[in-house]
């Protein structure tokens, strides 16, 4: 079965009757089942579903972090389905950013290092604007010259958040990216994510089990059982909450 959630004339990335099947015969699991999504240029989209409902493993196939075993995977106007290991690494360098529930930061580096680090591997040239506007955004002017130990947790995630945007990529995929935070921390990379969205016309796609992070997006889209079951339009917690509730079997 195939479901089609949100198709749009523009589209920052798509999934098109992807299956992933991990483990072989009676051992085997259907982690997606004929999924298909569009993935709205310049809007901020969770997944989310019950555990094992494929929500990560869609994340990381559209993101080119996993290989699929049937359909088709695009990220801007490029085929990611085929890619060898040198397209991938240039599409990820280019075109895609990531944000993850560790920081994934160097501790040798300062804080204005680790966010133009994917910017030097890639050889690429920093927009100075650009990196200013981000860095203002969120909020580490003055923490720049600092290293990882030196900044809290989410000063880390807020760092890593504009490492993900400093190259202006198609999209941003974000991976549990508050689980590590407090509430307040976790408040304002959330914000942060969603002024990119309705500010900078970035396109943010995030997984979480968080219904309050989910209801910062624009839209939510449910999985369950590998496939899309529902898909919320400017959420709320309580609805994200109700939906999970339902899907979770009225486990919250």
């Known amino acids: 079965m195939t479901v089609t959630v949100g198709t749009s004339t523009s589209t920052a990335a798509r999934a098109v009757g992807v299956t992933k099947v991990y483990g072989s015969g009676e051992a085997a699991v259907t982690a997606l089942d004929g999924v298909s999504v569009d993935i709205e240029r310049g809007r901020f989209t969770a997944i989310m579903g019950p555990s094992g409902s494929g929500k990560s493993t869609l994340m990381h196939c ?19 389905t085929g890619l060898r ?3 991938l690494t240039d599409l ?16 040798t580096l300062t804080a204005e290092e680790n966010i133009l680090l994917p910017l030097a591997i890639g050889g690429r040239k920093v927009d100075r604007a650009w990196f200013d506007t981000v860095v203002d955004t969120v909020g580490l002017r003055d923490r720049l010259g600092h290293r990882p ?28 990216p508050t689980g590590n935070l407090d509430s307040r921390s976790g408040a304002e990379v959330l914000g942060f994510l ?4 309705q500010e900078f016309g970035q396109t943010v796609v995030m997984v979480t089990h968080d219904a309050n ?10 999985l369950a059982d590998g496939r899309i079951v529902r898909e919320l339009v400017e959420p709320t917690a309580e609805a994200v909450l109700d939906t999970m509730k339902h899907l979770d079997g009225g486990v919250a």
């Open 62 to 80: 559209l993101a080119g972090l996993d290989d699929v075993d049937s359909g088709e995977v695009f990220v801007g106007d490029a085929r990611v």
């Open 85 to 87: 290991d040198k397209g």
């Open 92 to 107: 990820r360098r280019t075109k895609v950013g990531f944000v993850f529930q560790q920081f994934n930061l160097l501790p």
């Open 149 to 176: 130990t030196q900044l809290s947790g989410g000063q880390q995630q807020r760092v890593a958040c504009a490492r993900a945007l400093v190259g202006r990529p198609d999209v941003v995929f974000a991976d549990e």
């Open 194 to 197: 969603q002024r990119s969205a």
């Open 213 to 222: 992070a989910a209801s910062y997006a624009d839209r939510v889209v449910f």
